[in-house]
């Protein structure tokens, strides 16, 4: 295949990095987090007037900081009222001849004990006795002491809690929501067979409860509280914000802006569409960044750290992102130098019957490494009963998206070829040299082609490598870590030396989700690598095969004869009744 034919099929290099459409001169005033969540703001401010609601479910993956923003939000938000809250216990200590009595009162003055001005609190762990108060009683002369807890010090007021406290102490749940349903707080011993020294008389509360959790913690406590929807509401704090349209994004530079000027930092637009860039190789979307504020506060501090500056570029973020790459690379690199020492076989140059270079992305358990690694696709093919073998499935080590994948691929090529419902071949698939387990349908679209190839005794060209998961109709649809994949084959590809000739094929709809490192860019815009992208398997075979997967209406030289015609024609011949001898049947 030619340069000329790469550079016609492929991606340009600008479309290898998103680019923010709006202009420094068009970013707003600046924003707030809270601007950027309306959603949420919106369910908070009718919560807080809602006299009849006492308790927000608030989906939250950042509890630490988004508490600290909450609080402000909620104390700027809560209806003002100048009023005292709560009451004044008065405690008759007993002697060695009475009870001690204990009598409550409203309170007059935020000196009383249990008085309060409607405080909004906010505490992420806690036991009983931090949230509940507790009950003192001096060892030596029995006197009584009331400690308010959290509960009574927000009386009137907001308390923030985490769910994570709640579900490891499910017994403070209970009765918290005894507190929020009744409005009114009960003393209790803290220890089950022991009362109380005395009676300590209950009294009104009214305390709005907001509960900060992840999707994960929340969907525990809503299995151990079936009813908890019932009475409270729900939010959630978005942890990706849009950025499609210009508006969208001139909020999201603003915000940006104001959190840089919040820790003394100066950023040029450089550096906000670089920010822009590295977040959206986390959210795979070009349309959506993470709103996580110590995400972002996190960049900016690690940038301003390593440059040794306050005014901050794109090359100050290139440099850490760099750093980082680094930091975390001796896994990756480790399973590179097996590849660039022949440890682990992977091809980058020639063709080869029933071999293709697939893309996949490597977790180690215990680390935040995650890279892109070519595996190796091989399949033979037999004239047999019609079994497709999957040996990592044989073998347990793959699960069971994988193994929807290769079925997928499996019935894909019957249909378009139409086969009979019993396959006339037998097929084995392996993923070569894999020794863990493998899941997910990413390759099913490598699968395909190998078994094409292997079927019309077609070479595949191993110096392009090939991602995309397939449905029965031929489709080729998204599939995950699509920067990794590409960049993890590049790399093996350079440090073997670019030939001009090598590149990937990714779905057409992973386009969105680019967002490639400066290297790969650099190597596209030089005519060094190249990026394919694809629809369906007609578009991928005339891609990597140079000919026509289905025979259409038009007359073909020998050379570009379709692939549908080659298979039949093998299929053909093995049928015949000719006499062989044993081995000639061995081999399809």
Known sequence: MSSSFFREQSLSWDALQPQLTTTETEISPMLDFWALQPNVRNALSLFLRNQNRSLMVLKADDKPDYAALLMAFVQQTLPKVRSVFGVNYVVEQGDSFSFPHIEVEPAQSLEDNFATSGEVLSALYCDQFQLFGKVKVHPGSQDIQLTPGLIHRANGGVLILSASTLLAQFDLWQRLKHILQTQQFDWFSAHPFKTLPCEIPSYPLNVKVIILGNRAELATLGELEE????????????????????????????????????????????????????????SENRFLVKTSPATLKNMLLNAAILAQKTDLSAVDFEAVFQQQIAQHGFLKEQTYADILNEQVYVETDG??????????????????????????????????????????????????????????????????????????????????QSYGEIDGDSASLAIFCVLVSALADLPLPQYIAMTG???????????GGVNDKIEGFFTICQRRGLTGKQGVIIPATTIQQLSLSEEVVSAVKNGEFFIFPVEDIYQACELIFQRDLLEEDKIYEESKTPISRLIQRRIDIRAEPVKKGFLDFLRF
């Open 469 to 479: 998961s397939i449905d029965q109709f031929g489709l080729i649809h998204a599939v």
């Open 227 to 282: 009813d908890l929807y019932d009475f409270a509401d729900y939010a959630e704090i978005e942890s990706y914000l849009s950025v499609v349209d210009v508006n969208e994004q001139k909020n999201w530079a603003s915000y940006v802006q104001k959190t840089a000027k919040e820790n003394n930092l100066e950023l040029d637009f450089s550096a906000v569409n670089k920010i822009y860039q590295l977040l959206v190789r986390e």
């Open 351 to 432: 063709e080869i019957v029933g071999q293709v270079n697939g893309l996949s992305v490597i977790e180690y358990p215990g680390t935040p490494v995650a890279f892109g690694e070519p595996s190796r696709i091989s399949c033979i093919v037999q004239f047999g009963d019609g079994e497709v073998i999957d040996v990592e499935r044989k073998n347990e080590l793959a699960g069971n998206i994988h193994s929807k994948g290769m079925m997928i691929a499996q019935a894909c090529l019957s249909n378009i070829l139409e086969f009979p419902s019993q396959l006339p071949f037998s097929a084995s698939l392996v993923f070569e």
